[in-house]
Every structure is written in structure tokens, then in C-alpha cells.
């Protein structure tokens, strides 16, 4: 079945500091990967939509400048968050679709804890 | 319009018993419907999915139903057991849009031994 990996699992950072977070898909090629924050007992809230080559489109009130989307292929995105600060702790999660359709569905990587201290 | 409507919040099951988990959607738009499963500081993983045109669908003890017309759908736990204990979200999309998945709220289930 289709895999997407998500690296690292658990990062701690100070203040002021950037992070990156990786999602691969393993297995097919991603024509679009999604990233989320997920806060405590909370539902999934979509960041931005990224294409391979292109723009990533974010949701409204996501910071585009604090959050770099780059989708440089089509098994990679990674977000950054950048100038981290603890209110950026938070569960991410990246998903991604296949270009064979919904037969796929989204397949989800394992999130990524951030605490930013 | 864009929302998935979830409940309950939480659940309380007894081992053996069944468990489930009502959605509403108001988009018509949406032809795509499926569940996922998380478990605390994992990723959602795929349960089970329907498209509005199947009255039902089971796959083991994991069964959807889905009513088009009163724009519901809900999952069913036969034989719930510990292990199911999870969140469960419920979610739509547009198979020729944007693919922009719509959560519901999740549901907070815990099986009782």
C-alpha cells in the first residue's frame, strides 16, 4: 500500500530558531501533499495545499512567511517553520495523494511533535 | 457548507458491544467518504471509505452506512474491543476538485474491557 514518511518524529528547538519536517512518499508519486496542525484532542486544521513545482497555496490565516512549503519532487515536501516560537508547538502532519486517484485516498505520514522552547 | 458535522464527542463502549459514530455533511458536492483512525502521536491512518452511490459498506467488523438523502453517514464497531480505542474522524472530499479533505470533529472512543 502507499506509504508516506515523515521525519523527524518528535524535534525540540528554542525560540527564534527554524525547523524543517520532511514528508516523503515512499511508494508512488505525490502529485499533491497537504500539511496539517493538529492541536491537543482537536481535529486535523489544513496549513496549505503544495504541487510538485509549484506554490504551495495556504489556508486563510496561515502565516505563509513563518511556514515555507517546498515541494521540490514528487516523492518530497517539507515545511518549515521558521523564527519558531512555543506558540508554533504543535502536532504536524503531512498527507499525501497519489496520481493514481482516489483509489489512494490521502495516505498520512506520522506527524511531527514540535515544542519550541 | 464546507463542513462535516461529527458526534458524538465521545464514546464509552463496553468490550463485545457496538460502537457508533454519526456524521452530517451539507455539500452535495462531496462523493467521497472516508474514515480514519488515530491513535495518540500517530498520523490518521485509512479505515474504511464509501462513495455516495453504496448504501453500505463493511469491511470486517468496521461497517459504513450512508444515507444520501438525509446527507448522513455513520461507521459501526462490531465485537468492540480494546484495541479499538482511538479517535476516529470522519471526513469528505471532492474526487475532481480540489481534493481538499473536510474533517469532522473526531470522536474520542474508548472500549472498556
Known amino acids: 500500500g502507499a506509504v508516506v514518511s515523515q521525519h523527524p518524529s518528535r524535534v525540540i528547538c528554542k525560540s527564534g530558531t527554524s525547523v524543517k519536517i520532511e514528508c516523503r512518499s515512499l511508494?508512488?508519486?505525490?502529485?499533491?501533499m497537504f500539511w496539517y496542525r493538529q492541536f491537543p484532542k482537536q481535529s486535523l486544521m489544513l496549513m496549505a495545499t503544495?504541487?510538485?513545482?509549484?506554490?504551495?497555496?495556504?489556508e486563510q490565516g496561515v502565516e505563509k512567511d513563518k511556514f515555507l512549503i517546498n515541494h521540490a519532487s514528487l516523492t518530497l515536501s517539507t515545511l518549515t517553520v521558521t523564527s519558531a516560537h512555543p506558540e508554533d508547538s504543535s502536532f504536524y502532519i503531512c498527507?499525501?495523494?497519489?496520481?493514481?486517484?482516489?483509489?489512494?485516498?490521502?495516505?498520512f505520514g506520522s506527524g511531527t511533535r514540535l515544542t519550541v522552547v | 457548507q464546507q463542513q462535516v458535522k461529527q458526534s458524538p464527542q465521545s464514546l464509552i463502549v463496553q468490550k463485545g458491544g457496538i460502537s457508533i459514530i454519526n456524521c452530517a455533511y451539507e455539500?452535495?458536492?462531496?462523493?467521497?467518504f472516508p474514515w480514519y483512525q488515530q491513535f495518540p502521536g500517530k498520523g490518521p491512518a485509512l479505515l474504511i471509505a464509501?462513495?455516495?452511490?453504496?448504501s453500505e459498506k463493511k469491511e470486517g467488523r468496521f461497517t459504513i452506512s450512508f444515507n444520501k438523502s438525509a446527507k448522513q453517514f455513520s461507521l459501526h464497531i462490531m465485537d468492540s474491543q480494546p484495541g479499538d480505542s482511538a479517535t476516529y474522524f470522519c471526513?469528505?472530499?471532492?474526487?475532481?476538485?480540489?481534493?481538499?479533505?473536510?474533517f469532522g470533529q473526531g470522536t474520542r472512543l474508548t472500549i472498556n474491557p
Open positions: 498527507s499525501a495523494i497519489g496520481d493514481r486517484g482516489t483509489g489512494y485516498g490521502y495516505t
Open positions: 511508494d508512488f508519486q505525490a502529485t499533491t
Open positions: 503544495s504541487n510538485e513545482g509549484s506554490k504551495a497555496t495556504y
Open positions: 455539500n452535495t458536492a462531496f462523493d467521497y
Open positions: 464509501i462513495r455516495p452511490d453504496v
Open positions: 471526513a469528505a472530499f471532492i474526487i475532481q476538485g480540489a481534493q481538499k479533505l473536510v
